[in-house]
């Protein structure tokens, strides 16, 4: 008679046969497969499930906003940049055009020029501090500094800016007129030719930077809030780069000409041996409009770049690109694979 068998054979369940089958495979692939394995990037299927409770919806293409994410951060980087970039631009812009508008000790220290006219006669002249006094008697004032919208005059000695013109648009500053309303009490004078051709020139450059800088300041506040958009495809990125485009050379060429105005306005009173005219610069003025142009430009080179690079949510949807996710991610991909196949 034969012994009743006391062994047991566990019947092993096929969900259990087909993990150990499919770590066999893994662990059977070589190095240099599984090194390859794990560089294959990492697709999304439209049937690919949501985990409940992650937080993380399916949109079109079957990739989660969390793999969206991931796939555009170096788009959205760059575009972030582009509107802190633009941010920073319209700041300097406003305080180029709020420059010298009121007697304010801030707003008093931003001017494109300043015109020094305290000892206009030499001292070379017989009785030069007599005339210097009389002129200042009859209206001359020591300086008069320039501004985007006005001029603002005033007396050395700590007395400072005592008058500033009211602001007006296309503002363009004309010595000769000032002069004769101070100092010759409104009377008219016939003007060179030559003077009048430069004051002509003088007029029209100044109304086009004026236009400029006012132009450029409204398309970098809008771009602050549209750049961010450039992350959705790299058609977007065309008609940002092109109002970008038009924001740079508005501004540069604004800087350009306010610098040649300026330089101009020195060159010019420094030239005239016969009067002792000191003209200077405003550094700060100078520095805000270009500090402006420069970020300006940052941002048309961000949107351009991003019209050819920089993987963005469109190539991801279209499958063009591809989102790469994490070593672990991929391992359980490559196990998920090999348990389909078996």
């Given at each position: 008679m034969g012994l009743p068998s006391i062994i047991h054979i566990r019947r092993r369940n096929p969900s259990e046969q087909a993990s150990d089958s499919s770590a066999g495979k893994i662990s059977s692939l070589s190095p240099a497969q599984t090194e390859k394995a794990e560089?294959?990037?990492?697709?999304?299927?439209?049937?690919?499930?949501?985990?409940?409770?992650?937080?993380?919806?399916?949109?079109?293409?079957?990739?989660?906003k969390t793999?969206?994410?991931?796939?555009?951060?170096v788009r959205r980087g760059f575009a972030l940049s582009a509107s802190f970039a633009y941010l920073l631009s319209f700041i300097f812009l406003v305080l180029v055009?709020?420059?010298?508008?009121?007697?304010?000790?801030?707003?008093?220290?931003i001017y494109f020029f300043k015109l020094d006219l305290a000892d206009i006669i030499p001292t070379s002249v017989p009785n030069a501090s007599l005339i210097n006094s009389i002129?200042?008697?009859?209206?001359?004032?020591?300086?008069?500094?320039?501004?985007?919208?006005?001029?603002?005059?005033?007396?050395?000695g700590g007395v400072g800016i005592t008058f500033c013109s009211r602001p007006q648009t296309l503002y363009w500053f004309n010595p000769v007129e000032i002069l004769m309303s101070e100092l010759l009490s409104g009377a008219t004078i016939a003007?060179?030719?030559?003077?009048?051709?430069?004051?002509?020139?003088?007029?029209?450059?100044?109304?086009?930077?004026?236009?400029?800088?006012?132009?450029?300041?409204v398309l970098c506040f809008v771009m602050v809030f549209v750049s961010p958009l450039a992350t959705s495809s790299r058609w977007a990125s065309l008609p940002l780069a092109l109002f970008?485009?038009?924001a740079s050379?508005?501004?540069?060429?604004?800087?350009?000409?306010?610098?040649?105005?300026?330089?101009?306005?020195?060159?010019?009173?420094?030239?005239?041996?016969?009067?002792?005219?000191r003209a200077y610069v405003?550094?700060?003025?100078?520095v805000f409009m270009w500090l402006a142009a420069g970020f300006a430009f940052y941002g048309f080179v961000v949107h351009a770049g991003m019209g050819c690079c920089c993987v963005s949510k469109r190539d991801l949807r279209t499958g063009r690109k591809q989102v790469r996710v994490p070593r672990k991610g991929r391992e359980d991909q490559q196990r998920q694979v090999l348990e389909g196949t078996t």
């Amino acid at each position: 008679m034969g012994l009743p068998s006391i062994i047991h054979i566990r019947r092993r369940n096929p969900s259990e046969q087909a993990s150990d089958s499919s770590a066999g495979k893994i662990s059977s692939l070589s190095p240099a497969q599984t090194e390859k394995a794990e560089d294959r990037p990492y697709v999304s299927s439209p049937t690919e499930p949501t985990t409940p409770g992650s937080g993380t919806t399916t949109g079109a293409g079957g990739l989660t906003k969390t793999q969206l994410k991931r796939g555009t951060r170096v788009r959205r980087g760059f575009a972030l940049s582009a509107s802190f970039a633009y941010l920073l631009s319209f700041i300097f812009l406003v305080l180029v055009l709020i420059g010298n508008t009121y007697p304010r000790p801030v707003l008093s220290e931003i001017y494109f020029f300043k015109l020094d006219l305290a000892d206009i006669i030499p001292t070379s002249v017989p009785n030069a501090s007599l005339i210097n006094s009389i002129a200042q008697s009859i209206g001359l004032h020591d300086f008069y500094q320039v501004g985007l919208w006005n001029f603002c005059e005033g007396y050395q000695g700590g007395v400072g800016i005592t008058f500033c013109s009211r602001p007006q648009t296309l503002y363009w500053f004309n010595p000769v007129e000032i002069l004769m309303s101070e100092l010759l009490s409104g009377a008219t004078i016939a003007l060179p030719t030559q003077v009048v051709t430069i004051l002509d020139v003088l007029r029209i450059t100044s109304n086009i930077m004026f236009g400029f800088f006012l132009t450029a300041c409204v398309l970098c506040f809008v771009m602050v809030f549209v750049s961010p958009l450039a992350t959705s495809s790299r058609w977007a990125s065309l008609p940002l780069a092109l109002f970008a485009c038009i924001a740079s050379t508005l501004v540069g060429a604004a800087c350009i000409v306010g610098s040649v105005i300026s330089f101009a306005f020195k060159y010019a009173a420094t030239a005239q041996s016969d009067l002792n005219i000191r003209a200077y610069v405003g550094v700060r003025m100078f520095v805000f409009m270009w500090l402006a142009a420069g970020f300006a430009f940052y941002g048309f080179v961000v949107h351009a770049g991003m019209g050819c690079c920089c993987v963005s949510k469109r190539d991801l949807r279209t499958g063009r690109k591809q989102v790469r996710v994490p070593r672990k991610g991929r391992e359980d991909q490559q196990r998920q694979v090999l348990e389909g196949t078996t």
